[in-house]
């Protein structure tokens, strides 16, 4: 179509000349007065304004939230040469070398891909376990350094002015075992416990709570809560948050209930609770912990030590973190360009409609 204007002056008509019809058909395009003409290229201008900052605004909008990993991951403690390293082949979990790459490499999932754990202090389980000692799994998230690590005698038994083994102490212990004791639904057997026990119905059930402490204490279940396998660390990019794996038991009564003797078979079947890791980030420290698993689709099934159980749960503790700076995507410089480029030109379409 070829239009001409001519005698472009306010208030007069400019000369149009229409297009050829096509197939019949006609094409007349006028405009009635130079007013009209500029309020059509006004609008055009807007359609195109607007279209460009829809889509750079839409750029910005399906960021995804981006997840860090731990990198520089890198083994410590006063006992750094206690810890093993898990791989995944297939559906298992297997022992695979004490490397800095194995490290790394197993720590790379999450809690729906769990890719192997580190256990730290592997060793808490054997007679004459020294548990003044610690295994630490030190990286960076975000730009800051985190420390993840086993827990001593001290984590658990502090009292602020010593150490107490005693049930009912003012430290971490007590606490603790107070929440793993409901877990295991021993709460709700206690009229039971002691009749299974010999005890009168009117012994109170501080007493069933204490000989169960005592009987945990006594099976090194502290130590065997003290050697968390971390099976990843990641955070999200955008909140801060940081999420970590620790690999366990989805069915904890298998492993417990032939220690603990007769209370073993008043424990709650399908009962979770992970171990305990110690985290030091941003200048504070946190014991974590959880009583709720996710099957993570695994067990350890293959290799040396393998118990057909193990690693079966996926316990997740969370701790706030600081949000890293982030580098924006390709996506979001272009929009943001485009956004700019477009209010540039809306200057110079003012400029030229002056």
């Given at each position: 179509?070829?239009?001409?204007?001519?005698?472009?002056?306010?208030?007069?008509?400019?000369?149009?000349?229409p297009a050829k019809p096509r197939n019949g058909s006609s094409l007349k395009l006028s405009f009635q007065t130079?007013?009209?003409?500029?309020?059509?290229?006004?609008?055009?201008?807007?359609?195109?304004?607007?279209?460009?900052?829809?889509?750079?605004?839409?750029?910005?909008?399906?960021?995804?939230?981006?997840?860090?990993?731990?990198?520089?991951?890198?083994?410590?403690?006063?006992?750094?040469?206690?810890?093993?390293?898990?791989?995944?082949?297939?559906?298992?979990?297997?022992?695979?070398?004490?490397?800095?790459?194995?490290?790394?490499?197993?720590?790379?999932?999450?809690?729906?891909?769990?890719?192997?754990?580190?256990?730290?202090?592997?060793?808490?389980?054997?007679?004459?376990?020294?548990?003044?000692?610690?295994?630490?799994?030190?990286?960076?998230?975000?730009?800051?350094?985190?420390?993840?690590?086993?827990?001593?005698?001290?984590?658990?038994?502090?009292?602020?002015?010593?150490?107490?083994?005693?049930?009912?102490?003012?430290?971490?212990?007590?606490?603790?075992?107070?929440?793993?004791?409901?877990?295991?639904?021993?709460?709700?057997?206690?009229?039971?416990?002691?009749?299974?026990?010999?005890?009168?119905?009117?012994?109170?059930?501080?007493?069933?709570?204490?000989?169960?402490?005592?009987?945990?204490?006594?099976?090194?279940?502290?130590?065997?809560?003290?050697?968390?396998?971390?099976?990843?660390?990641?955070?999200?990019?955008?909140?801060?948050?940081?999420?970590?794996?620790?690999?366990?038991?989805?069915?904890?009564?298998?492993?417990?209930?032939?220690?603990?003797?007769?209370?073993?078979?008043?424990?709650?079947?399908?009962?979770?609770?992970s171990e305990v890791v110690k985290v030091t980030y941003n200048d504070k420290t946190d014991l974590l912990y959880?009583?709720?698993?996710?099957?993570?689709?695994?067990?350890?099934?293959?290799?040396?030590?393998?118990?057909?159980?193990?690693?079966?749960?996926?316990?997740?503790?969370?701790?706030?973190?600081?949000?890293?700076?982030?580098?924006?995507?390709?996506?979001?410089?272009?929009?943001?360009?485009?956004?700019?480029?477009?209010?540039?030109?809306?200057?110079?379409?003012?400029?030229?409609?002056?």
């Open positions: 179509m070829q239009v001409a204007l001519k005698n472009r002056h306010i208030g007069k008509k400019p000369v149009v000349k130079d007013r009209d003409f500029k309020k059509m290229k006004m609008t055009f201008q807007k359609l195109v304004i607007g279209a460009s900052i829809a889509i750079g605004v839409s750029a910005l909008a399906t960021v995804p939230a981006q997840a860090g990993t731990l990198t520089g991951a890198s083994i410590g403690g006063t006992a750094a040469s206690d810890y093993l390293v898990y791989d995944v082949q297939g559906n298992s979990t297997k022992l695979v070398g004490n490397t800095s790459t194995n490290v790394q490499k197993v720590l790379d999932g999450n809690a729906g891909n769990p890719t192997g754990n580190v256990e730290l202090r592997a060793s808490s389980e054997k007679v004459g376990f020294d548990f003044t000692k610690n295994t630490t799994l030190t990286g960076q998230i975000g730009g800051k350094s985190i420390t993840l690590s086993s827990l001593t005698e001290t984590d658990w038994f502090s009292t602020g002015s010593g150490l107490s083994t005693s049930y009912g102490a003012q430290n971490f212990a007590n606490t603790w075992f107070s929440q793993f004791y409901n877990a295991a639904g021993l709460i709700t057997k206690e009229s039971a416990i002691k009749s299974a026990l010999g005890l009168p119905n009117s012994t109170p059930n501080t007493i069933i709570r204490q000989q169960a402490f005592n009987t945990f204490f006594n099976i090194g279940g502290f130590k065997r809560s003290s050697d968390p396998n971390v099976s990843y660390v990641n955070q999200n990019d955008i909140s801060g948050e940081i999420k970590i794996g620790l690999a366990g038991h989805l069915n904890l009564k298998d492993y417990y209930a032939p220690l603990l003797g007769t209370l073993g078979t008043f424990l709650k079947d399908g009962f979770q609770a959880s009583f709720s698993a996710t099957a993570s689709g695994l067990t350890n099934s293959s290799g040396l030590g393998a118990d057909g159980k193990s690693h079966s749960g996926n316990y997740e503790v969370i701790i706030k973190g600081v949000p890293p700076t982030v580098v924006p995507e390709p996506s979001v410089i272009l929009g943001l360009v485009g956004v700019a480029g477009v209010f540039a030109m809306q200057r110079k379409f003012k400029k030229a409609s002056i």
